[in-house]
């Protein structure tokens, strides 16, 4: 195998596949990248066995076609720290050499044949989806299970696809945010799954530093994302995913619409009262104001209002004000609603979008909750 090609679409390629690898995997093999060149595009291919990633640059003069398997962080690091614009890579005899006008790398290889196979993308039974579209359900929703090192609820994202929406929900026990979106689906594809939090992170990664449409595909046990360059495949999470509508309460009498930038200053000053072991603040609905408070048994007092549309009667409701906030960092609408209907039920926010955010209450009378 022998190619030249321009550092920078290189650097590029090996940029989108250098995350899969972890550097705690006792197989040596999954620590290196494979090379294939043909006809005029170089494919470099990374895996942990659980989600594979394949990245394709064009426009590369493939002077010798062929395939190898090297290290992949030592490549990469050549690549980085490559000074010419044009970077030539020899594979020969299982050795890899690179070089330039003042630079040479002489570095062993592996036997090709023995990487594990990377899945390809199938054009059959796949819908395609706007990628800043998939990019805000994402972030919409994995928020709860990305940030969660206790490993509550589900540690998954859903997506569902069905008739013309698609929608993705996460859960940690205590929260739930679900998301969904119209989409063009003319062949009716159905198909639904738990994405683990590797995957989608790793979904995440490829799709923001792509353009235009996404293509994915959801198979038995994975799920296969495509965009122009970049072809992901994630293993599943095994089981059904919990009757989530089942927590996301009805009958909602009491509504509230608040700034979102107001209502955000407003949690931050009253937690600065709370404390690790002591999560919880009180959220008072009167007339057009909402009293927010924190008393702590071991730091002090802290009391702060803000306006508010409010339609119902005189509510006081516990929230923990982390979870709020990991909510209203994750969106950028203007104005939050807010439906409840009493301290032991869910409060149940929305921001436009398809989306809505359901929060546990807490009980009001604790003097120790985490």
Known sequence: MKIKSNKEAIKKGFHAVESVISGTNINPMLQNVKIVAKGKTLELSTTDLEVSVSYTIGSVDVIKPGKMVGPENKIASIVKEWSEDDIEITEEDKKCVIEGKNSYFKILCLDPEEFPTIPKFVNEEYIEIDKDILIEMIKKT????????????TNGVFLDISGKHIKMVANDGRRLAEVKKKIDNPDGIKGSCIIPIKGVSQILRIISEQEGA???????????????????????????????EEVIPSNLDKHATLNRNEFTTAIRRGSIMTTDEYKLLKFKFIGKTLEISCTSPDVGEAKTAVPVEYSGDKLEIGLNPDFVLDFLKNVDTEDIKLDMKDQGTAGVFKAGGGCTYVIMPMNLGEENTT
Do not use: M
Request: proline share 2%; with cysteine.
């Open 142 to 153: 994995s928020f709860i299970i990305l940030g969660d090192k206790t490993r509550f609820g």
């Open 214 to 244: 996404v293509k994915l595909r959801v198979e038995e046990k994975r799920i296969l994302v495509k965009t122009e360059n970049a072809t992901l495949c994630s293993q599943l999470l095994e089981g059904q995913y919990p009757k989530y």
